[in-house]
């Protein structure tokens, strides 16, 4: 199962002397209270399973630590509210304060998963402590006679009748039967069976503005609960309910910590937070008390009954509680007043909903809530966009597609409206052709799925992971072959990281045979701004006349140095937290790469929390951010969007700005974009890379590859006129250019070390990219640390012993003259820079001085021998003048003056 923090149990807060509607099943001990003062507090009820406590208003914020241990509240334990704080993306923070681990601590949770209670009148005193603390407890409900529930009407019609039974009369309004449509909010206020033992819900509601009460048949109906607004019920079978851990008639019983099926006995009080049907049967997801500790699982609907609850051991003030909406569960109707229900709730909610668009599936920013949901057919395929025409996910070895089965469980992430059709992104798990667990994201029709109502937190994380133990790590590290000098390193990794796993990928590769190919003069470029240390000077790389690097791309971007192509291809100097990344496989990984870890990519450049419009295929105006367009490209080419996110941010976003290249103005060839700079190859031509790449934009590649069934320019939605088709379409262009021919790291996308088209078929120039993106890739995971991440590490053959050192700064080198010339003579042969000897001048055989002048190529040089040079009396005279570099380096330059005669 993906990683969910679902909410389980009772979701309300003790409150002394005052009656709530929902109760909470742990609370403090009453002996330990005393009342003290009348005063006012609010305490946060925890509604998931495991809550994070942060530094600070957000989730990029990290979080707490007491003593070591990472700060969380488990569900239904307590905090007291000490303010409130809006994180940067307007979602609202508590500021809580509680005992953990018998320390007080304070921090920051998000308000979605807290349910906040205030205390009246009397205030709690605990000993020598006012913070709320979680004391693990039993708690004992007791049945009361009153309830309101509200639910739904899940048929298109259904009848309301004056009691329980088909055969009963049919409720009449303004002399018309009543028949509620589909949607229709109801409150459920008590329950019978008819003589053939169905369940019928008593309800109120009203129906054009008039309130009406009556009978419903139980099984078109749908309780609207979750994990703050829960149900009660009672075990009403003899021989006790069975609990399950899925709503299925074949699932897994739920077991007590003796491995025992857990077999809840009759009138045992549980707590309803969710409600589905499948096969028609009708499952309640609940939570109870067993044995101090709090346990949630399924049970079927007839093995319980409705009821309402109170906490049995608190004070009751039957003066302040709730009856606003109560109604008596009675098997008949005698006490029924048409004057007391108008006085009811009108039990509307939101209007009328369909079968697709329960009221827990949108928030109240009116976007989709990610639940559960369930295939509704056999051998389901999923698609790689919200498209009937687009590709069927499968293999990439053998070609077999995914399919899902009927009453599979998978989670709905987002809704999508495709003309008169709703589409669902899912992420879902299924086996391969060799039995593999594969977990996987991508589309399906709304006519194959059925949503649960049963929200699911949207955070990251995966179940699906086994920690290595220190003596299976050593094994591992042997069996790859890692050598000697990489495993002080993976140790150190593997102990913040017990999860991670590192393989290695032995190249066959000799090390100095690898440097010497990467050294190519214009393969691997940095920016000019660099120093000396790290660019190279040899021939067609440096122009020692001019004192000037030779760029490659652009005016700015020259070669790297021997030094500095040693330092960023040295594996053992990237084996630390920030630069582990470069090593990382680039599959998209759904379970736990979100659109808020991309927005974490995303910061600092223009695309973070941004939104563009678009034309889609279908003539449709769309409207969508980058982060999810990140995320889809993810979907449709199977690359990790972390991944594509930081390429882009790192090739076209740098500095908090966009390069030409993606702002579709540039001149002759406006309205493309690139994003990846894919065909932006180096040139010094007019435009120089962007306009290559733009050209690609427009007319795509040569390739007569077919991908599924389209062209490979159709495939990677070739011409990249609008934001959205660059993006996802260079993602394909990289997967099928770079990631499925075995250059599946970053830093395989960089040093292309495979067996296809060895040191070339490079993604990026830039030399430093695989480190840089690492840094960034380093910001999306702060929350993934403990995830099953999977590192391919290169291991060469012959590697030195020490470590390739980082290039350190050094002073210009260049010693060279750019000129020399003798004032009213010829230098002969004519002066050449690069040659230092050979050089001859002939005066008159009076002459006995002559003026010798010239400039050094680098300013900061200093030139000896130039100047008034006296001459020897007769015979021949060798000057020599002497060129100091910045750096000390000396170059000698010699001429020769003979005299006439």
Partial sequence: MLKQILAKGVMAAFMLGVFCSSLPSKVVDINKIETVYAAEKKIAVCTAEKLRIRTDAGTNFPQLISNGTKVYLLLNEKAEVKGEKKAANGEKWYKVTFKFNGKKVTGFVLSDFVKINSVKNKTEKKEENNSADNIHSDVKLKEVSKYSYKAEVKIKGLRLRTDAGTDKAQYKLDNKGVVLPDGQAVNIIGEKNDSKKARWYKINT????????????????????????????????????????????????????????????????????????????????????LGGKELTGYLVADTVKLIGAVEDEVEKDDSEQETDDAEQNEDDDSSEDEEEAEDEDDGNGSGVIGNNNINNNINNSGQFVAQKAYITSDKVEIYNERDYKSEILKEIDTGISYKLSMNQEVIARKQYTVGNEKWYLITYIVKDSTGKQVIGAGFIPEKFIKLSGEPVDDSTGSSNKKKLSDKKFEENLAEQGFPEDYKPY???????????????????????????????????LLHNSKNYAW?????????????????????????????????????RNFLNEDYIYQFELLSFKPEHQTEKGIEAILSGSPMKDTFFDYIASDGTKNTISYAETFLLAGIYSGVSPYHLASRVKQEVAGGGKFSSSVTGTVAGHEGYYNFYNIGAYN????????????????????????IGNKSFNEFIKIPWNNRYNAILGGAAYIVNNYILRGQNTPYLEKFNFTDKNTFSHQYMAAIFSPSSESLITKKAYTELMDEPLVFSIPVFENMPIEISARPEDILSPNNWLSSLKATGYSITPTFKPAVTEGYSIVVSKNVEVIELTGKTANKQAVVRGLGQIRLAPSGLTEIQVEVIAENGDIRIYKIKVAKEG
């Fill in 206 to 289: 009203k129906i054009n503005k008039k309130s009406v009460k009556g009978y419903v048949l139980g099984e078109y109906v749908k309780l609207v609960v979750d994990k703050k607004k829960n149900a009660y019920a009672k075990v009403t079978v003899k021989k006790g309910a069975a609990i399950k851990v899925k709503a299925s008639s074949n699932g897994k019983a739920l077991k007590d910590r003796k491995g025992k099926a857990v077999v809840l006995k009759k009138d045992t009080i549980v707590s309803i937070f969710h409600e589905i049907t499948l096969d028609k049967i009708k499952y309640f997801k609940v939570s109870f008390s």
């Fill in 490 to 524: 993976l140790r150190e990794l593997h102990k913040a990281h017990p999860y991670w796993h590192f393989e290695a990928r032995h190249l066959g590769l000799d090390w100095e045979y690898a440097v010497e190919k990467e050294s190519v003069v214009g393969l691997n």
């Fill in 535 to 571: 660019k190279s000077m040899e021939e067609k790389a440096y122009d020692w006349v001019n004192d000037a690097f030779i760029a490659y791309d652009g005016s700015s971007w020259v070669t790297a140095s021997n030094k500095a192509v040693r330092y960023y291809m040295d594996p």
């Fill in 683 to 706: 040139n010094t031509a007019p435009g120089g890379a962007v306009a290559s790449g733009l050209k690609f934009a427009a007319n795509g590649s040569l390739s007569k590859a077919v």
